[in-house]
């Protein structure tokens, strides 16, 4: 994949996968990174590569341990609007 089509590439993801259709959880997996890749270019890539794609483009691979029965919604939604934005590259 070249340039220009990674860029593109890096701005849907940097959107979030709600924003491409793929429900409120804030984690891109490879398969999700290869639908997406497949509508925005029309070719598909392996799942292997699709993770080269992404290491070259900095991205790395993130593994979340579990999701606390405690967790606050609210909090969760002001955290990906106002901190999250503030994180990113």
Do not use: C
């Amino acid at each position: 994949m070249d340039g220009p089509r990674l860029r593109r590439l890096a701005d849907a993801l940097d959107g979030g996968p709600a924003v491409h259709g793929f429900g409120d959880d804030q984690r891109w997996t490879l398969a999700r990174v290869s639908d997406l890749i497949a509508r925005m270019f029309h070719t598909r890539y392996t799942l292997r590569g699709n993770a080269y794609l992404l290491l070259r483009m900095g991205w790395s691979v993130q593994v979340p341990a579990h999701r606390a029965v405690e967790r606050d919604e609210a909090a969760v939604v002001t955290w990906r609007r106002e901190a999250w934005p503030a994180g990113k590259r």
